[in-house]
């Protein structure tokens, strides 16, 4: 896919992710100002991430779709691209002084989220609950669950409260 078309469906993605966000929270979500743009543009503006909530929340919200990743790569805990966007969510986090969701959607497939929290932090109470669940993928260190499956378990009140 070409640049423009690519930078098109990532928008795309990150606008529907926003709207699913606000759904659940009752709260506005909008994509940070540019985002899919030069890194410096948006984080400049103290928007370390690619969705932006109006009131305050102790995460932060990434947004990747890609046209194909590899679940066996996955499964094996060696995905390169996944990999580059986890270090680059770090980056951001460590900016932000606040855990990470990395929501990935591949082409034809369900989005996913992916738990990222502060690094040198005890598993977070989000990630307990996670791992009480049934159905979850590990990837590394951290948990993978459908969207669809996050907006039904969890409270957005939750995740306004300061991390431990």
Same mark, same amino acid.
């Given at each position: 896919?070409?640049?423009?078309?690519?930078?098109?469906?990532?928008?795309?993605?990150?606008?529907?992710?926003?709207?699913?966000?606000?759904?659940?929270?009752?709260?506005?979500?909008?994509?940070?100002?540019?985002?899919?743009?030069? &890194?410096?543009?948006?984080?400049?503006? $103290?928007? %370390?991430?690619? !969705? /932006?909530?109006?009131?305050?929340?102790?995460?932060?919200?990434?947004?990747?779709?890609?046209?194909?990743?590899?679940?066996?790569?996955?499964?094996?805990g060696d995905c390169s691209k996944l990999n580059e966007w986890i270090v680059s969510? &770090?980056?951001?986090?460590?900016?932000? $002084?606040? %855990?990470?969701? !990395? /929501?990935?959607?591949?082409?034809?497939?369900?989005?996913?989220?992916?738990?990222?929290?502060?690094?040198?932090?005890?598993?977070?109470v989000y990630e307990n609950q996670v791992s009480q669940m049934d159905s979850f993928l590990k990837y590394r260190c951290h948990y993978v669950?459908?969207?669809?499956?996050?907006?039904?378990?969890?409270?957005?009140?939750?995740?306004?409260?300061?991390?431990?």
């Amino acid at each position: 896919m070409s640049g423009k078309h690519s930078k098109q469906k990532g928008s795309s993605f990150e606008r529907k992710v926003g709207k699913e966000f606000t759904d659940w929270s009752g709260y506005q979500w909008r994509r940070s100002f540019g985002s899919g743009n030069s &890194r410096y543009a948006a984080r400049s503006l $103290n928007e %370390h991430c690619d !969705l /932006v909530c109006e009131v305050e929340t102790e995460f932060i919200i990434e947004c990747k779709h890609h046209a194909d990743i590899s679940y066996e790569k996955m499964l094996s805990g060696d995905c390169s691209k996944l990999n580059e966007w986890i270090v680059s969510l &770090r980056d951001d986090m460590k900016r932000s $002084n606040k %855990h990470g969701l !990395l /929501v990935l959607k591949t082409n034809n497939k369900l989005p996913y989220v992916l738990f990222i929290r502060k690094p040198r932090r005890k598993e977070t109470v989000y990630e307990n609950q996670v791992s009480q669940m049934d159905s979850f993928l590990k990837y590394r260190c951290h948990y993978v669950i459908p969207l669809k499956r996050f907006f039904q378990i969890f409270k957005f009140d939750n995740f306004c409260q300061p991390s431990t």
